[in-house]
């Protein structure tokens, strides 16, 4: 399958640069996939698609300053990085595993690191941040060109302090803040709680408190994961053909009342491609389908995945998404295109141009049922 089957060319005047002036008064592109019929409404009306049993499950992630500035030591170059992910420590290995006590994103010195400029920082080389209070030491370049890099001090209240949101390359201010404004306000979900993302969880921009409770007063339970958001979601495909393609690793977590509420829905709705890959992640692990044992009351699962959905896949346990409209090539087009087709998805992407939808981030949304 060829990566350039989901091209499509995207005009400038499409993509959003700014949020709509309320979270959920975005436009809503509603798709039936096996009827192949489409809908146009706002994205306050998702409401009238929510069903009593309907389970919605939302990605708490927060996104965290992870863009900092600091010079070469002794050259004196300016050096940006961005942390991608927490290398340290992990107490897991790739997979997912039961947890028995209530777990958080660990805090570890060494961190993937997207760096620049990166090229003629060779391992061993130091950077350093503010006055010194914290100091990168380069310790291995790696082949797709991330940079894995050890840090001294107390990095955490430095990102705190001096650290960025730092926004995907199509907004024109790719960096906000680090004081807190209202732009970077919006690029938080209104639910986040987990910090560790580089990068929101987009479809989730859209709900507001109020909306949330309104769903529930209809009797739809809501429930959340943990996906960190990183280079899995955002960095291109290069390859030429889809099977070639290596997703990143990326760490969640899915706590035991989330997993008891997915057995018990009558259907899963999953607000964002990270919150789909996350349930068919554990859709996919033994341990979620066996009865519990020897007394034991409870199992929730953390770990962390490389699930790369594109289609042909089959799909276990997501009955419906929410979605926002994505980067040509990308493995979130290819993740829509398995869930509901991919001509007929890229027949609603020419639908939303001709129609005016704002695409990407701070985009519209769509609702595949």
Known sequence: MKVSDFDYRIPPEFIAQSPADKRDHSRLMVLEHRAKSIEHRMFYQIIDYLQEG????????????????GRKEGGGAKIEVLLVGNLEPRRLAAGSGCLMEPASKPRG??????????????????????????????????????????????LEGFLKKNGAIPLPPYINSHLLSPTPDPLTERYQTVY?????????????????????????AKGVKVAYVTLHTGLATFKPVYADTVEEHKMYKESYE????TVE?????????AVGTTTV??????????????????GEKERGFKGET?????????????????????FPRSTLLMLVSAFAGRDFIFRAYQEAMDKGYRFFSFGDAMLIL
């Open 306 to 326: 490389d699930l790369f959905i594109y289609p042909g896949f089959k799909f276990k346990m997501v009955d419906a998404v929410i979605t926002n409209f994505h």
């Open 54 to 69: 309907d389970l919605l499950v939302l990605n708490d992630t927060k996104v965290m300053p992870a863009q900092i500035t």
């Open 192 to 216: 986040a709680r987990q910090e560790g993302a580089t990068a929101a969880p987009t479809a989730g921009l859209h709900f507001t408190p109020e909306l949330l409770e309104k769903i529930k």
């Open 277 to 294: 890959r996350t349930l068919e992640t554990i859709a996919n692990d033994p341990l979620f389908h066996l009865p519990l044992i020897n």
């Open 261 to 269: 509420s997915v057995k018990k829905a009558k259907r899963v709705v």
């Open 254 to 257: 899915i706590t035991v009342e």
């Open 109 to 154: 010195s060494v961190w993937e690191c997207l760096v620049k400029p990166g090229k003629r920082l060779k391992a061993g080389a130091r950077i350093i941040f503010g006055e010194g209070e914290v100091i990168g030491k380069v310790l291995e370049k790696l082949i797709s060109g991330e940079q894995v890099v050890e840090f001294e001090g107390d």
